[in-house]
């Protein structure tokens, strides 16, 4: 059994809501008999944006719950999609006549539940699109972009998205600059140990002691390749080469930057990794707009980092700049 | 003798039989789940089947419609993830083709899988050879369509032997679809645990049966 602070690992989810509830202060509200937030005043005649997914990646999906950011979050069971019933429920919370925005990673269990809501949702008259995340360049060929996965370039994807909803009034448009950043996003993540399910107390995958999993996904999904641990700067040169040539990101690019900790990893060893993606980004003369560092989309005690990179063009600039806040992220 | 038909209380009981199988094959799927996936198909299965005991106890079922479609209900709010999409939409699929009958014989068993198998294939979009759920699913309903006797227990175990056979067959399959696909040839070996719970609902129907 993998040691972790809990109670009742059947309670993990529900006491993760409590706690996250009390923390927010009154800035997202619970939407009854769902496991799923929303944020107390949405403006009437505003585009609704429901992001989510397994629990098990705090603070994605409910974090980013708040002002200029997702109206509202359904969060699955851990590393397990949230049912239909409760993405409903959310969606009906959300819905002020123009309709309401799915976004999330792309996992087969996401899509199903999320569409069969969305079948759902359009029996009560609710319209929705739908914007699946797939920024993960290790887990599949560029041909087959819609067979990836969606890692921590979410977060990007819902920044963006959260300014374009508020500030725009239709559901097609809101979709178009979401799509948009979604186009434009690339990540790419390791792994050096694993996370565990408290429920089964046991990790998603074995890894060796000197060993590194390249292109890990979120949940131990496997990536390109398992090697010898090599040196940082090593490692951050092959990351940013399958990265950037996959969009591609050329010179005279801006972009924003994320290093994600995946869990267990150290801020040192963050601030490590992106002195030398900005050596390289600087070297191909790719400009970086703003730096986010941190925990944001975990696998619960994983140790390991993604790197994820949005280009800009003037729309998604001005999203992307907009002032936002919630209990994860906040800019100004 | 062979029996023809199992009326709607002794279909409830067969729920709740099935219902307990899962539950008690926890541990099992969770460990054929962390060989290719994640690790949580057992937790997942075992709570949906825990729901179904509970919704079989509460709910007023008046036909064997409403207990396919409600178990595939109790299974889709419960389980969440692919597998609650997929076998909920099994049950639930299987249900609506049942139309209110009030015993479950053989040629209502046929037209159950037909449609559940539709229903998933709909939501999911796997073939075979894929290493999901319808490598078992698709050969038994293939081999309950071949079945023209009146016997539903010799039905059921044809359906639970070629579910049985669909399912050693994924170990030679590398997984194309979910979660596991990006294992590739890792998932060599291995069962997929999605057809492995698709067996066990069927041998226990088949089981309970037999025990009449």
């Not at chain 1, 996992?107 to 993960?136: H, P, Q, W």
């Not at chain 2, 070629?162 to 040839?185: C, R, V, W």
């Amino acid at each position: 059994m993998v040691k972790k602070i809990i109670n009742n690992p059947k309670d993990v989810v529900k006491e993760t809501m409590e706690g996250l509830l009390l923390a927010n202060h009154g800035k997202i509200v619970k939407v009854e008999d769902a496991n799923a937030v929303v944020r107390p005043s949405i403006p009437a005649g505003k585009v609704g944006l429901l992001v989510g997914g397994g629990s098990g990646h705090e603070p994605l999906f409910a974090g980013f719950v708040g002002d200029h950011l997702a109206d509202g979050a359904v969060s699955g069971n851990v590393f397990a999609a949230p049912a239909p019933d409760q993405i409903l429920a959310a969606t009906k919370a959300l819905d002020h006549g123009k309709g309401v925005l799915y976004l999330y990673g792309n996992y087969a269990g996401d899509n199903m539940n999320f569409d069969i809501a969305a079948e759902l949702a359009e029996l009560e008259g609710i319209s929705t699109k739908t914007v699946r995340i797939y920024d993960d360049v290790a887990s599949a060929p560029l041909e087959r972009i819609d067979d990836r996965r969606g890692i921590a370039g979410d977060l990007f994807v819902i920044k963006v998205a959260g300014a374009a909803a508020a500030e725009l009034d239709s559901l097609d448009e809101v979709f178009r600059v979401t799509a948009k950043a979604r186009d434009f996003t690339r990540s790419m993540g390791v792994a050096i140990s694993p996370g565990s399910i408290p429920e089964t107390g046991q990790p998603t995958f074995e890894i060796g002691e000197g060993e590194i999993e390249i292109g890990m996904g979120l949940h131990g999904e496997a990536g390109v390749s398992r090697e010898k641990l090599m040196p940082a700067d090593e490692l951050v040169s092959r990351m940013t080469d399958l990265i950037l040539k996959d969009l591609p990101f050329k010179a005279g690019d801006e972009v924003c930057l994320l290093i994600n900790n995946l869990g267990a990893t150290t801020m040192m060893e963050l601030l490590i990794v992106n002195r030398k993606v900005r050596e390289i980004l600087a070297e191909a003369k790719i400009n970086v707009h703003d730096t986010m560092m941190g925990s944001y989309c975990t696998s619960q005690e994983m140790a390991g980092f993604s790197i994820s990179l949005l280009k800009l063009d003037d729309e998604l600039k001005k999203y992307y700049d907009m002032p936002a806040e919630s209990f994860a992220f906040t800019k100004r | 003798m062979t029996i023809d038909s199992i009326s709607l209380s002794q279909v409830k009981d067969a729920f709740h039989f099935i219902a307990n199988r899962m539950v008690d094959s926890k541990d099992m799927l969770t460990q054929a789940d962390q060989a290719i996936g994640d690790g949580d198909h057992g937790i997942g299965m075992a709570r949906g089947f825990e729901a179904v005991n509970n919704m079989l106890e509460a709910k007023t079922l008046n036909n064997v419609e409403d207990v396919f479609f409600n178990t595939g209900t109790s299974l889709l709010a419960s389980i969440g993830g692919a597998s609650g999409a997929i076998f909920g939409s099994f049950f639930m699929g299987a249900g609506k083709a049942l139309q209110g009958a009030e015993i479950l014989n053989a040629a209502g068993y046929q037209k159950a899988l037909e449609a559940g198998l539709a229903m998933v294939k709909k939501r999911g979009n796997a073939s075979i050879g894929d290493k999901t759920m319808v490598d078992a699913l698709e050969p038994a309903v293939d081999a309950a369509n071949q079945y023209s006797g009146s016997s539903l227990e010799e039905l059921a175990g044809l359906v639970a032997a070629a579910s049985h056979e669909g399912m050693e067959k994924t170990k030679t399959f590398t997984a194309k679809i979910g979660k596991a696909k990006t294992l590739g040839e890792r998932t060599l070996g291995h069962a997929d645990p999605g057809a492995i719970s698709i067996t066990l609902i069927f041998e226990a129907l088949k089981e309970y049966i037999s025990s009449l």
